[in-house]
């Protein structure tokens, strides 16, 4: 089954595709990798929730909004080359903006890998790195990047 046929089975719509908040692009492909820009909690337009995980923003709801980056992160992938050109989920990388004291930063960042597990099967498991730190951009609780592999084609000459 295609990822495009996953996501209308789990009645996901990608959104559309976060603008920038610099000088930089929301996807790049290099041979038969993609790599995303960090990608925020941002729904239409606004970021879902601000502040720390452990303090304004509880471990649970950060989960949820690790899974809006990685829908975020998707629908960038798919403005470049379509989302069943996707092989494969290599590496997930999440920041998580802590609090003093809380370490639970996996557990956040399950929000993000589970969907790509819904989406992808088998092909959704990854390699991954969860980061706690003191600051991200715009007071987001969370942020996530990911490298996937897409098919690549043959050019003809």
């Given at each position: 089954m295609s990822a495009s046929q996953r996501l209308d089975d789990l009645g996901i719509s990608?959104?559309?595709?976060?603008?920038?908040?610099?000088?930089?692009?929301?996807?790049?492909?290099?041979?038969?990798?993609?790599?995303?820009?960090?990608?925020?909690?941002?729904?239409?337009?606004?970021?879902?929730?601000?502040?720390?995980?452990?303090?304004?923003?509880?471990?649970?709801?950060?989960a949820g909004l690790a899974r809006t980056c990685a829908l975020n992160a998707l629908a960038a992938v798919h403005s470049l080359v379509g989302i069943d050109a996707v092989r494969r989920v290599v590496k997930v990388t999440g920041f998580v903006a802590s609090a003093p004291g809380f370490t639970d930063q996996p557990s956040v960042i399950d929000g993000a890998s589970a969907l790509f597990g819904e989406v992808f099967g088998d092909a959704g498991r990854h390699a991954r790195s969860a980061v706690g730190v003191a600051e991200l951009p715009k007071n987001s609780p969370v942020e996530v990047e990911i490298v996937v592999e897409v098919e690549t084609t043959t050019e003809v000459s």
């Open positions: 990608l959104p559309e595709v976060t603008k920038p908040a610099g000088a930089y692009l929301p996807a790049v492909r290099s041979g038969s990798l993609v790599f995303t820009a960090g990608q925020l909690p941002v729904v239409a337009g606004a970021l879902a929730a601000t502040g720390k995980v452990g303090a304004e923003v509880d471990a649970g709801e950060a």
